[in-house]
């Protein structure tokens, strides 16, 4: 072991170290177990304090006196297990996804190569098989875990463009303008993808979208004759299932058919609503996600598995080879499995496949299934809550458990409305420990739930609604109307 | 909680489970530290065994019973803590970046933006901001971490696109043939960005290197006037400083000369070699970095850092802000902080700000700076036992901690020197628990030792050449030749 260096800078691999450490670890755990166990006395988004030690020092420190900071900056994280918690798509996660995640560290192998990962480059492929077939996509299907969904709808947009541009050795230089269409609600990432592909920041067409935040089949074809009219190429549709800020699934059918007879690739970003794969009783919102060409799933959304834990599903897994692969020449072949690494936009990745395979192992389908339908029952009386209130208005009916609601008060123009949700938000937060997040929606700014949280009950969504009806008698006097 | 779910499904956030997981995450940290404190007796890469529990179960576990068949997975996997595992640029982590991975595990906070992740959304920039200012990149310099170098490397091309050929809104669509100028020696993730780009996998021009595998700068020169014969309009060169087969270092400075000189975005991929930085007696190897418009710089390598934690460093970050960044309207805008999924190729991310700084806080400047001078030591030694016997041969001098050799054995033709480095290959893992990998070089195979792991000594390095002098002695027989 290197002078000079503290005696506990790595865990010694003959175990000369281990009782040292093993206090440490312990002692990390503690921490962590404390803290979240009394999450629900911790507010469920902090005020902003100053970091603690913010500059890299030249010498070595003491790692158990760094405990103390990093207490500091574990209270000053966003709370999802707080039951009020209900801003975003943003999980507690769960005990198996947590310590899959704690192992996976540890072992710190690397997605790049079956060599560099010999159980969890065979772990991956496996699952995401299976989970492609859940799906309904077919015997050739497969996927890919990658960091995060807008790398999930960028690799699908990647392989769709390739194949059907062709454009996999010489670029875009020369081709007629390609797009993607997608609806107005569809999540930025398509945008960013489109943008990093080489279409430009307007090389997505937003097409409209109905009253329940779905995309219309009828817009879709209009603009598909739009685009062929400006020289324009289609090549992908992009359908959502779980939009950003209502939960909207897109009708998958009818855009399935518009994909098929304008030979456009089919990709479903169900990022989050995926997760109702397997739910018996909701899986049917997902009706024609079988007949998608990629669909992107993040197990890190309604699965509760730790961030991140995002994924990428293909009816074919040899386009991957055929209109993806870069090889690597200083990775050894072996024969049966292939490198991820050659045919996903990362190299050097994280062993995400073990926490995913550990909270499947410990939760089942079966307690995904309560999960999901628990958040159902948590919804409609949420929503109850809101049509007893006449000065709520919802932005749609729930497709999924995202509940975007906004205060229209009679006593308060209508130009004020922006800011007396701004304000309620606020005092939400403030006084009733719950924070909902505040998105612009249709030009309008909205309250969002997002009813994930396991420990959140119906009385808590009572005393949330108490709360918004004491708030609201005074409304103009709060705002200095 | 949901009934019909595990009780341990979650960590309670009243507390009410809180004896019930403490002996559970009590069980795995003492798995994992006697796995890990044990390292030394394990293969330093295993034999593929069938995996345990493929298929998804309908009904939840036991999660205390999941222990075993994640064991079994731990030791299959592989072992960068082995003092003989040299393979690769793969490193044991450290004790810090370890524990600070659990912490953002736990905390699941998302990177996307500031309201999800109020303390790590800060802490980042911060950190990125002192590591730019390291490498000389100035006032305006910052950075950001991605999952992974390949990413890393992404980002940067995306933004030199975008800004060099101004194509942030309209796309490739109409330009001249843009393309990348980079060392055949290159990392096959340059390769990648230019595809995902839009430029096809032919968008890369490969630069001639010369013996030490170093990309010449008269081959650049007469490539870029190719290029401008042919049509085509070089945006960018990226120099490498750690190639990844021999830890080559191009000539920074006069890679930048010629970039000034062709109005080129000048990107150098230190991924490896970015942690010289930290070397007072190293750093000057790379000199010339501080020209850099952009550097792809891993901490998850010579950092010792638990994957993912790569970093994209910019000269001026305004440049994401004016050249890349896509606005997310679900969001609150924090005034002085930015989003980092705004400016960023991923959303969700994982908080790998925290290990990071744990890492550093825990070894500082002086550890690392230990850490690399002790592996440059190693490698000369590694070096001798090579320069004392006359049928090995160096790809060529080492610039870092790799040592790149091959057998070239008098008794054996010349066709079978491949064969014969791949036998000894699988005999020293086999017998000697030393694990070098094999890639290809200049079409031949050779023997690569990446000297990182702070337990491997000159008295390892001392028997794998007794045990390469054993194997040599009966080369002919053993290859049946």
């Known amino acids: 072991?290197?002078?000079?260096?503290?005696?506990?800078?790595?865990?010694?691999?003959?175990?000369?170290?281990?009782?040292?450490?093993?206090?440490?670890?312990?002692?990390?755990?503690?921490?962590?177990?404390?803290?979240?166990?009394?999450?629900?006395?911790?507010?469920?988004?902090?005020?902003?304090?100053?970091?603690?030690?913010?500059?890299?020092?030249?010498?070595?420190?003491?790692?158990?006196?760094?405990?103390?900071?990093?207490?500091?900056?574990?209270?000053?994280?966003?709370?999802?297990a707080h039951p009020g918690y209900i801003g975003h798509m943003d999980?507690?996660?769960?005990?198996?996804?947590?310590?899959?995640?704690?192992?996976?560290?540890?072992?710190?192998?690397?997605?790049?190569?079956?060599?560099?990962?010999?159980?969890?480059?065979?772990?991956?492929?496996q699952l995401m098989a299976e989970i492609a077939q859940m799906f309904g996509l077919g015997e050739r299907s497969g996927g890919l875990l990658v960091s995060g969904g807008s790398?999930?709808?960028?690799?699908?947009?990647?392989?769709?463009?390739?194949?059907?541009?062709?454009?996999?050795?010489?670029?875009?230089?020369?081709?007629?303008?390609?797009?993607?269409?997608?609806?107005?609600?569809?999540?930025?990432s398509i945008q960013k993808a489109a943008m990093v592909l080489g279409l430009g920041r307007q090389g997505v067409i937003p097409v409209a979208a109905d009253a329940q935040g779905q995309?219309?089949?009828?817009?879709?074809?209009?603009?598909?004759?739009?685009?062929?009219?400006?020289?324009?190429?289609?090549?992908?549709?992009?359908?959502?299932?779980?939009?950003?800020?209502?939960?909207?699934?897109?009708?998958?059918?009818?855009?399935?058919?518009?994909?098929?007879?304008?030979?456009?690739?089919?990709?479903?970003?169900?990022a989050y609503g995926g997760a109702l794969i397997f739910s018996p009783d909701q899986s049917y919102r997902l009706e024609g996600i079988h007949l998608a060409d990629s669909i992107t799933f993040n197990p890190q959304k309604w699965l509760y598995v730790t961030k991140t834990c995002a994924s990428v599903l293909f009816r074919d897994m040899t386009w991957l080879q055929d209109h993806f692969r870069i090889s690597a020449p200083y990775m050894n072949d072996l024969a049966d499995w292939t490198n991820l690494g050659e045919i996903a936009l990362q190299g050097t990745r994280h062993g995400d496949s073990l926490k995913l395979w550990l909270a499947l192992q410990h939760l089942g389908k079966a307690g995904y299934a309560a999960l999901i339908e628990t958040s159902y029952d948590l919804t409609r009386s949420m929503v109850d809550y809101i049509d007893q209130r006449s000065h709520l208005t919802l932005a749609c009916t729930p497709a999924m458990n995202l509940v975007?609601?906004?205060?229209?008060?009679?006593?308060?123009?209508?130009?004020?409305?922006?800011?007396?949700?701004?304000?309620?938000?606020?005092?939400?937060?403030?006084?009733?420990?719950?924070f909902l997040s505040l998105p612009w929606w249709r030009g309008q700014r909205w309250l969002k739930a997002v009813l994930l949280n396991p420990y959140t009950t119906k009385e808590h969504i009572g005393q949330w609604f108490e709360l918004i009806d004491?708030?609201?008698?005074?409304?103009?006097?709060?705002?200095?109307?």
């Open 151 to 188: 790398l999930a709808n960028l690799q699908a947009l990647t392989v769709a463009r390739n194949l059907k541009l062709n454009c996999l050795d010489q670029g875009l230089i020369g081709q007629v303008p390609p797009v993607i269409l997608a609806s107005e609600m569809a999540h930025t």
């Open 470 to 481: 004491t708030l609201s008698v005074s409304v103009g006097t709060d705002l200095g109307v």
């Open 1 to 80: 072991m290197v002078l000079s260096l503290p005696e506990n800078a790595f865990i010694d691999p003959s175990g000369h170290n281990q009782a040292q450490i093993s206090s440490l670890l312990k002692a990390t755990a503690d921490q962590i177990l404390d803290y979240l166990s009394s999450a629900a006395t911790h507010p469920p988004l902090p005020e902003l304090d100053p970091l603690p030690l913010a500059t890299i020092p030249d010498q070595p420190g003491d790692l158990a006196e760094l405990l103390a900071p990093l207490q500091r900056i574990m209270t000053q994280s966003m709370n999802p």
């Open 404 to 434: 975007c609601f906004r205060s229209c008060p009679r006593a308060l123009p209508e130009s004020q409305w922006d800011r007396w949700n701004s304000h309620l938000q606020k005092e939400l937060l403030k006084a009733g420990q719950v």
């Open 215 to 270: 995309m219309h089949p009828e817009a879709l074809e209009n603009c598909l004759q739009a685009c062929l009219r400006a020289g324009q190429r289609p090549f992908a549709v992009v359908a959502t299932a779980g939009t950003t800020v209502t939960g909207s699934i897109d009708p998958l059918l009818a855009i399935h058919r518009l994909a098929r007879s304008y030979n456009l690739w089919f990709h479903v970003d169900a």
């Open 91 to 125: 999980p507690l996660p769960t005990t198996a996804s947590l310590l899959g995640d704690w192992v996976a560290a540890a072992l710190n192998n690397n997605m790049l190569s079956v060599e560099m990962s010999p159980a969890l480059s065979r772990l991956e492929p």
